[in-house]
T-cell receptor
Framework: EAAVTQSPRSKVAVTGGKVTLSCHQT?????MYWYRQDTGHGLRLIHY???????EKGDIPDGYKASRPSQENFSLILELASLSQTAVYFC???????????FGPGTRLLVL | QQKVQQSPESLIVPEGGMASLNCTSS?????YFWWYRQHSGKSPKMLM?????GEKEEGRFTVHLNKASLHTSLHIRDSQPSDSALYLC???????????FGDGTVLTVKP
């Protein structure tokens, strides 16, 4: 199975602070995605990327930036963290010839 | 408005029973559906996908799809306590490669 890792696995941040969540995949996948999941709900797409050095806005991009410096790495940046951004964040990747997305273990973010 | 609606929100079935979960998309650009299972505190894991009208069976799991109504359903027979999880339906738009998830159904299988 595809390997996707995320760091940190959990983080406590202060309101107004900067937060960077990292995702790394070792499967040579072209596509990478960032989702957030609120308690008891499904996943919502924040940003995604088809290729290194390029990112696209998902369904809920406001308050988030993304960076894809290489094929393997995809970061999610919260420049000014807010209470409403408390959630679990999942990274996923997929190959170009499949629609199967493989998810990382998630990062639990608490903004105080 | 949520583009992918799942029902029921929660479901309790006895061990050995049948669980039936539903999912409908309001987006006509959807091409097919994935079902994911997410155990508490874990990441979603793909369960099954369905591309064509009709039925697909894998072990205890059966998925149905009606493309005209953009409705899919997942049926789990002989439910086990280990099947207790959040079941997420995802509608796939192959033009964009994006998945749109529903809010899920929480399944509890009582021993």
């Amino acid at each position: 199975e595809a390997a996707v890792t995320q760091s940190p696995r959990s983080k406590v941040a202060v309101t107004g602070g900067k937060v960077t969540l990292s995702c790394h995949q070792t499967n040579n996948h072209d596509y990478m995605y960032w989702y957030r999941q609120d308690t008891g709900h499904g996943l919502r797409l924040i940003h995604y990327s088809y290729v290194a050095d390029s990112t696209e806005k998902g369904d809920i991009p406001d308050g988030y930036k993304a960076s894809r410096p290489s094929q393997e790495n995809f970061s999610l940046i919260l420049e000014l963290a807010s209470l409403s951004q408390t959630a679990v964040y999942f990274c996923a990747s997929k190959g170009a010839r499949t629609d199967t997305q493989y998810f990382g273990p998630g990062t639990r973010l608490l903004v105080l | 408005q949520q583009k992918v609606q799942q029902s029921p929100e929660s479901l309790i079935v006895p061990e050995g029973g049948m669980a039936s979960l539903n999912c409908t998309s309001s987006d006509r650009n959807v091409d097919y559906f994935w079902w994911y299972r997410q155990h508490s505190g874990k990441s979603p894991k793909m369960l099954m996908s369905i591309f064509s009208n009709g039925e697909k069976e894998e072990g205890r799991f059966t998925v149905h799809l009606n493309k005209a109504s953009l409705h899919t359903s997942l049926h789990i027979r002989d439910s086990q306590p280990s099947d207790s999880a959040l079941y997420l339906c995802a509608a796939v738009n192959t033009n964009t490669g994006k998945l749109t998830f529903g809010d899920g159904t929480v399944l509890t299988v009582k021993p």
